[in-house]
């Protein structure tokens, strides 16, 4: 067991390769965090039914120093002198202080196991479970800004928000460094565990509650803005936004200084939404731009809607005298709809299923918060692009007023994942035979509706996940997407190429698979959650891509299991030495040929690699 995880189930096929890691609790959602640590690990967050595990992985390891040195000080060289009159009953008084070291370089990778090993876990216990985190965008984490900037005191921490089952939303800061061994193996936490927990301090965290829901919360986001025009930290507080199924959905507002953050806060504005919402988002524009305050709402009656919490509506009266409760309240900017369902034999689960509009599973921020991505219950997905950002577009949503009849929303960009059809035709209606003048009782009409063989009973389930893969923080903005619908899965490595490459195709009438690498849809084949049903996908963007590869590798949740997939195919040590010998012999100055020998090497070699490539699991 390395870094607290058991060693991956290894699954190999011709497209990708899967790293399934079993886990000891019930998970509910996974983030990869957009920075690395230090040292070069990338970090997952997941949360399960106790709080939310931290995950370190790749990267340089810690110097094998560091646990003689932990060792040295637990066997009292380094301890300090108890006073017997100290009120603290604790026998460890003093602070300890956090100084891990790491290699100078990465280790170098197995070539049976060549993936990136777990350097060290965290678990924050929060008493209760975790239904959703939320991160700051990419855009602002690894915004380039000066040394005085809030920023900076941000990109040295994990910072983010956690939805619990107790009504109560958490925002956690703690260090980006993975904590040493000598930090786990501190004597305080043998005799009292307790201090451990979420809150006290004892990992480098700071935590903040925001409390006013009466329900379990199932969506949450965060942002950050500038009090003034110094964006520096005194200036600098967070956004966070939550929603829970409350009366008919309950959006509540919360606002964090950085400079002094409470232990507890309450909400600033407090929306009552029509319908319950199935996702809400920040734009992820920086905090200087207009649109950083924009929220994005998809409710459940098939409705994207923009709110923007900072231009009021009604202000708080400032008079000390006056009676007025009324808080404040944004506005609303802007409404897009789907098309509607087609025929009667589709299945619309909503609180207003006559109208027939199609339920948006999720809605996410593109193109640097100029588009909006959606997804659809039959499979269909587009791109709302607001502000013109796509190619070859003179104007947005906003300029072009691109209402049609029936109130529906066009799409700039539009596809279809085959999710929700398989699960229609899944299997024939069982016939039963019986008396057609048998009575209708309770218990025959129960019977009846248990093999009525209506395979698009349960609503389908489904999930965006998009991550900025720009060359660099200059570069025009591109996103890696992945669809979840259903048990299927698909992806748009870059999103900007397979615009260009589908308005290309309308123009000319050519073939967008014949386009250029990342211009197309890639369906994600042979998922193997060992059983578990999927609840959930994220996106950890790589450092260095492999050739024929994706830009990110793909989080795919199970129940308690989270599977790593990587596709293309990494250059084995067998394939170069391979290259190696063939290049020496070919190149040999006397011009000799291969003998027997040599061809039988070079031939043994290649069928191992073959063999190796092929072999679908490891374990």
């Given at each position: 067991?390395?870094?607290?995880?058991?060693?991956?189930?290894?699954?190999?096929?011709?497209?990708?390769?899967?790293?399934?890691?079993?886990?000891?609790?019930?998970?509910?959602?996974?983030?990869?965090?957009?920075?690395?640590?230090?040292?070069?690990?990338?970090?997952?967050?997941?949360?399960?039914?106790?709080?939310?595990?931290?995950?370190?992985?790749?990267?340089?390891?810690?110097?094998?120093?560091?646990?003689?040195?932990?060792?040295?000080?637990?066997?009292?060289?380094?301890?300090n002198i108890i006073s017997l009159d100290d009120d603290d009953d604790s026998p460890m008084t003093a602070t300890f202080v956090d100084k891990p070291e790491f290699e100078e370089d990465e280790e170098e990778h197995d070539p049976s196991r060549p993936y990136p090993n777990i350097l060290q876990t965290l678990d924050l216990y929060f008493g209760a479970d975790v239904q959703s985190i939320a991160l700051l965008s990419t855009s602002i984490l690894k915004a380039d800004q000066g040394p005085k900037s809030s920023l900076q005191h941000i990109k040295q921490n994990i910072v983010f928000t956690a939805a619990c089952g107790d009504n109560v939303v958490r925002l956690v800061a703690l260090p980006l460094t993975p904590p040493s061994p000598a930090s786990k193996s501190r004597p305080?936490?043998?005799?009292?565990?307790?201090?451990?927990?979420?809150?006290?301090?004892?990992?480098?965290?700071?935590?903040?509650?925001?409390?006013?829901?009466?329900?379990?919360?199932?969506?949450?986001?965060?942002?950050?803005?500038?009090?003034?025009?110094?964006?520096?930290?005194?200036?600098?507080?967070?956004?966070?936004?939550?929603?829970?199924?409350?009366?008919?959905?309950?959006?509540?507002?919360?606002?964090?200084?950085?400079?002094?953050?409470?232990?507890?806060?309450?909400?600033?504005?407090?929306?009552?939404?029509?319908?319950?919402?199935?996702?809400?988002?920040?734009?992820?524009?920086?905090?200087?731009?207009?649109?950083?305050?924009?929220?994005?709402?998809?409710?459940?009656?098939?409705?994207?809607?923009?709110?923007?919490?900072?231009?009021?509506?009604?202000?708080?009266?400032?008079?000390?005298?006056?009676?007025?409760?009324?808080?404040?309240?944004?506005?609303?900017?802007?409404?897009?709809?789907?098309?509607?369902?087609?025929?009667?034999?589709?299945?619309?689960?909503?609180?207003?299923?006559?109208?027939?509009?199609?339920?948006?599973?999720?809605?996410?921020?593109?193109?640097?918060?100029?588009?909006?991505?959606?997804?659809?219950?039959?499979?269909?997905?587009?791109?709302?692009?607001?502000?013109?950002?796509?190619?070859?577009?003179?104007?947005?949503?906003?300029?072009?007023?691109?209402?049609?009849?029936?109130?529906?929303?066009?799409?700039?960009?539009?596809?279809?994942?085959?999710?929700?059809?398989?699960?229609?035709?899944?299997?024939?209606?069982?016939?039963?035979?019986?008396?057609?003048?048998?009575?209708?009782?309770?218990?025959?009409?129960?019977?009846?509706?248990?093999?009525?063989?209506?395979?698009?009973?349960?609503?389908?389930?489904?999930?965006?996940?998009?991550?900025?893969?720009?060359?660099?923080?200059?570069?025009?903005?591109?996103?890696?997407?992945?669809?979840?619908?259903?048990?299927?899965?698909?992806?748009?490595?870059?999103?900007?190429?397979?615009?260009?490459?589908?308005?290309?195709?309308?123009?000319?009438?050519?073939?967008?698979?014949?386009?250029?690498?990342?211009?197309?849809?890639?369906?994600?084949?042979?998922?193997?959650?060992?059983?578990?049903?999927?609840?959930?996908?994220?996106?950890?963007?790589?450092?260095?891509?492999?050739?024929?590869?994706?830009?990110?590798?793909?989080?795919?949740?199970?129940?308690?299991?989270?599977?790593?997939?990587?596709?293309?195919?990494?250059?084995?040590?067998?394939?170069?030495?391979?290259?190696?010998?063939?290049?020496?012999?070919?190149?040999?100055?006397?011009?000799?040929?291969?003998?027997?020998?040599?061809?039988?090497?070079?031939?043994?070699?290649?069928?191992?690699?073959?063999?190796?490539?092929?072999?679908?699991?490891?374990?």
């Open positions: 067991m390395a870094g607290g995880l058991p060693e991956p189930r290894v699954s190999r096929n011709q497209q990708n390769t899967q790293l399934s890691y079993e886990l000891p609790n019930r998970i509910y959602t996974a983030k990869a965090y957009p920075l690395q640590s230090p040292n070069g690990s990338s970090i997952i967050l997941y949360g399960h039914e106790n709080g939310v595990r931290i995950v370190w992985r790749g990267g340089r390891s810690f110097r094998p120093a560091t646990y003689a040195e932990a060792a040295k000080k637990t066997n009292g060289a380094d301890t305080a936490l043998g005799y009292n565990f307790t201090q451990a927990n979420v809150g006290n301090g004892f990992w480098g965290e700071t935590i903040v509650l925001l409390s006013g829901h009466q329900k379990p919360l199932d969506a949450v986001s965060m942002t950050v803005e500038y009090t003034d025009k110094s964006e520096n930290a005194k200036s600098a507080e967070i956004i966070v936004a939550s929603h829970s199924r409350e009366v008919t959905g309950r959006l509540l507002l919360y606002r964090v200084s950085l400079s002094s953050p409470p232990s507890h806060v309450e909400p600033f504005q407090t929306i009552l939404l029509s319908s319950p919402a199935r996702a809400i988002s920040f734009n992820p524009a920086l905090p200087k731009e207009v649109r950083s305050t924009h929220l994005l709402v998809a409710d459940s009656t098939g409705v994207c809607r923009i709110y923007d919490y900072k231009r009021l509506v009604n202000a708080p009266a400032n008079d000390e005298d006056s009676t007025s409760h009324v808080s404040e309240q944004g506005t609303w900017l802007l409404s897009l709809y789907p098309g509607f369902q087609r025929g009667k034999t589709e299945n619309y689960r909503g609180v207003h299923a006559g109208m027939g509009r199609k339920a948006i599973l999720d809605a996410k921020w593109v193109s640097n918060g100029k588009a909006i991505l959606v997804l659809l219950n039959d499979g269909e997905w587009g791109v709302w692009d607001i502000e013109g950002a796509g190619p070859g577009a003179s104007q947005g949503l906003l300029s072009a007023q691109s209402i049609t009849g029936g109130s529906q929303s066009s799409f700039s960009l539009t596809g279809f994942i085959e999710g929700a059809t398989k699960i229609r035709a899944a299997a024939p209606p069982l016939q039963i035979t019986a008396s057609k003048f048998a009575p209708m009782t309770p218990s025959t009409r129960k019977s009846a509706d248990l093999f009525s063989g209506n395979a698009s009973s349960a609503p389908v389930r489904g999930q965006l996940s998009v991550v900025d893969v720009s060359a660099s923080l200059t570069s025009s903005s591109d996103e890696s997407i992945v669809f979840w619908l259903g048990e299927s899965f698909a992806v748009i490595p870059s999103l900007s190429k397979y615009w260009t490459a589908n308005v290309r195709k309308s123009v000319t009438g050519g073939n967008i698979f014949n386009g250029t690498p990342g211009g197309r849809i890639i369906k994600l084949e042979s998922i193997d959650l060992q059983g578990e049903r999927c609840s959930g996908i994220d996106q950890l963007p790589k450092t260095k891509t492999a050739p024929n590869g994706l830009p990110a590798d793909i989080i795919i949740l199970g129940e308690h299991r989270f599977t790593i997939l990587s596709a293309g195919k990494p250059v084995s040590q067998f394939q170069t030495s391979t290259r190696i010998i063939l290049s020496e012999k070919s190149n040999n100055n006397s011009g000799e040929l291969l003998d027997v020998s040599a061809i039988d090497q070079v031939l043994s070699q290649m069928e191992n690699t073959n063999g190796f490539e092929a072999r679908r699991k490891l374990f």
